[in-house]
């Protein structure tokens, strides 16, 4: 069940219109003979099928030690399924990032924590963002009793996506707000309260929303798209 996400806006009138976005193709190997560790991306949300991946990170830690072993960039999600790990036997816990450029950020020191729960995924600029990017986190134990392992690591947008609407309103109307109390950061690696991979952070942090010119007697927003609402 995905984790609902509220906001508190300073508007007159707000209708939630479900995001609309699509999607990753995902790969798997046809050499049963090969060995290793492989990761699929798919996503989580149906609505995200069709969506353009333009930039594919990949992280894989040690459950065990939680130190980084793995580190990589690719340019698609062929290139994540075509790649094979030689893990020994352990636990291991893989975040993986899509199209997470300007004005995104992750922490980029991974190498230096002590603590993958430390990685933090923010903006530099919260607002008019106009893409979104996803994320995805799979734990996996290796026993070397299989000869291969296929890892399905399903992807989920960092950001929430909404449209305002407000009808029958004076032509020519104006209206602008803010959205309080979003996150000004998610931590991907740990569970928020429905027990879901991506915790948002208690700092909170103030949005300015795009300001919306009423054409005929409708006020519509294009998409907007915010930060999760603060932890608690």
């Given at each position: 069940?995905?984790?609902?996400?509220?906001?508190?806006?300073?508007?007159?009138?707000?209708?939630?219109?479900?995001?609309?976005?699509?999607?990753?193709?995902?790969?798997?190997?046809?050499g049963e003979d090969e060995g290793g560790l492989s990761v699929s991306l798919?996503?989580?949300?149906?609505?995200?099928?069709?969506?353009?991946?333009?930039?594919?990170?990949?992280?894989?830690?040690?459950?065990?030690?939680?130190?980084?072993?793995?580190?990589?960039?690719?340019?698609?999600?062929?290139?994540?399924?075509?790649?094979?790990?030689?893990?020994?036997?352990?636990?291991?816990?893989?975040?993986?990032?899509?199209?997470?450029?300007?004005?995104?950020?992750?922490?980029?020191?991974?190498?230096?924590?002590?603590?993958?729960?430390?990685?933090?995924?923010?903006?530099?600029?919260?607002?008019?963002?106009?893409?979104?990017?996803?994320?995805?986190?799979?734990?996996?134990?290796?026993?070397?009793?299989?000869?291969?392992?296929?890892?399905?690591?399903?992807?989920?947008?960092?950001?929430?996506?909404?449209?305002?609407?407000?009808?029958?309103?004076?032509?020519?109307?104006?209206?602008?707000?803010?959205?309080?109390?979003?996150?000004?950061?998610?931590?991907?690696?740990?569970?928020?309260?429905?027990?879901?991979?991506?915790?948002?952070?208690?700092?909170?942090?103030?949005?300015?929303?795009?300001?919306?010119?009423?054409?005929?007697?409708?006020?519509?927003?294009?998409?907007?798209?915010?930060?999760?609402?603060?932890?608690?």
């Amino acid at each position: 069940m995905k984790a609902k996400r509220r906001f508190n806006f300073w508007l007159w009138v707000l209708l939630c219109v479900p995001c609309l976005l699509a999607s990753c193709d995902h790969d798997v190997h046809n050499g049963e003979d090969e060995g290793g560790l492989s990761v699929s991306l798919t996503w989580a949300d149906e609505a995200d099928q069709g969506t353009e991946v333009k930039d594919v990170k990949l992280w894989i830690f040690d459950a065990d030690k939680s130190s980084l072993i793995e580190e990589k960039h690719y340019g698609s999600t062929e290139e994540v399924a075509s790649q094979r790990f030689e893990l020994p036997e352990g636990t291991y816990r893989i975040l993986t990032t899509t199209n997470l450029t300007e004005p995104f950020f992750i922490s980029e020191q991974t190498r230096a924590l002590t603590n993958w729960n430390n990685i933090q995924i923010g903006l530099t600029n919260p607002k008019d963002v106009k893409h979104n990017a996803y994320f995805g986190v799979a734990d996996v134990k290796i026993d070397n009793k299989e000869g291969s392992y296929v890892v399905q690591n399903p992807m989920k947008s960092v950001l929430s996506e909404l449209t305002v609407i407000i009808e029958n309103v004076p032509k020519g109307t104006e209206m602008s707000g803010k959205a309080l109390d979003c996150a000004w950061c998610l931590f991907p690696t740990q569970k928020n309260s429905d027990g879901e991979y991506g915790l948002p952070s208690i700092k909170p942090t103030e949005v300015e929303m795009p300001t919306l010119l009423a054409t005929e007697s409708t006020l519509k927003s294009e998409v907007i798209r915010l930060m999760p609402t603060i932890q608690g």
